[in-house]
């Protein structure tokens, strides 16, 4: 073998010696970059791992924080409902003893004042009837106000105050739903009640109808004498003028009747009475002659 290597060109040797060790150098480089690349990746996965678990933890800590805050937040919901409910207990416990009070004062002191009216104004009907018509104007004053005070608090009862500053996220979201189901209900509610009040409207104005219609033919029927009761005697000879149209006959009857041109009646000439044999005839005289015979021609001229 030595003798092959000695039969061999020194510089092919050399140069063979150079390629072999550049080969171990690429071989051992390629090694250390496999290496490297390894170790990277290595060192990557793992990186990446503890940024997972990183993440993890932070959106653990997140859900947790989330959790706490509408925890936080519905307890002091709570807490303030009911210190709201207890507050609103109470002012309503106070107005209404209030207005007891008020209405109780307001009852004796109208009592009193119509005590004195009346013994002031027992001879006066218009100051009587003054007094009656401001009475019933305060009552009415009196129910306005307490229909205001009603309406007041049922808004307050049925629309709470609500704090919308202290939610989020979720809690927030499922008060907007909560608000938009309560608005939706309301609004069926709102037509419901419009279209029972126009039906209802409609019926009002249907018997107002029947009821005009009602009086101006009974107004009718005694304008003109008769009555709207049908003939029970059966006797069809018998003109009873019941009915519409037996009322316009009879109407129209006695129309005709005053139109007719009445008959003159015949001058009734008194007869002479007979002188009695036994009696002598007055002596009348020329005078009183003439004047029976102008009187008797103005008779006839009549």
Excluded: C
């Amino acid at each position: 073998m030595g003798d092959d290597f000695e039969d061999d060109d020194p510089a092919e040797i050399a140069d063979n010696k150079r390629k072999e060790r550049k080969r171990l150098e690429d071989e051992a480089e390629a090694e250390q970059i496999r290496q490297d690349i390894a170790q990277r990746t290595q060192e990557r996965k793992a990186a990446e791992e503890a940024d997972n678990i990183r993440k993890e933890k932070r959106n653990e800590r997140k859900k947790n924080r989330i959790l706490r805050e509408q925890k936080r937040a519905e307890e002091e919901e709570i807490r303030r409902k009911k210190q709201e409910e207890k507050w609103e207990k109470k002012r309503l416990a106070e107005e209404q003893k209030k207005l007891e009070r008020e209405q109780k004062i307001r009852a004796t002191l109208q009592k009193k004042a119509h005590e004195d009216a009346l013994k002031t104004t027992a001879g006066d009907p218009l100051e009587a009837a003054k007094m009656h018509m401001e009475l019933q104007a305060q009552k009415k004053q009196e129910l306005e106000e307490e229909t205001k005070i009603r309406r007041a608090e049922a808004v307050k009862r049925r629309v709470p105050n609500e704090r919308l500053d202290r939610l989020q996220g979720e809690s927030l979201k499922e008060k907007a739903r909560e608000i938009h189901a309560r608005l939706t209900e309301v609004e069926n509610a709102k037509y419901d009640i419009e279209l029972l009040f126009k039906k209802q409207e409609y019926d009002i104005k249907e018997l107002n109808k029947r009821i005009n219609e009602i009086q101006r033919r009974k107004r009718k029927t005694i304008h003109l004498g008769g009555s709207r009761r049908t003939d029970l005697t059966g006797d069809k000879e018998d003109k009873s003028y019941l009915g519409v149209k037996g009322m316009v006959e009879k109407y129209t009857t006695i129309i005709d009747e005053q139109d007719k041109p009445q008959k003159k009646k015949p001058l009734e000439i008194p007869k002479r009475q007979k002188v009695e044999e036994d009696e002598e005839p007055e002596d009348l005289g020329v005078s009183g002659g003439r004047e029976a015979e102008e009187e008797y021609g103005e008779e006839e001229e009549e």
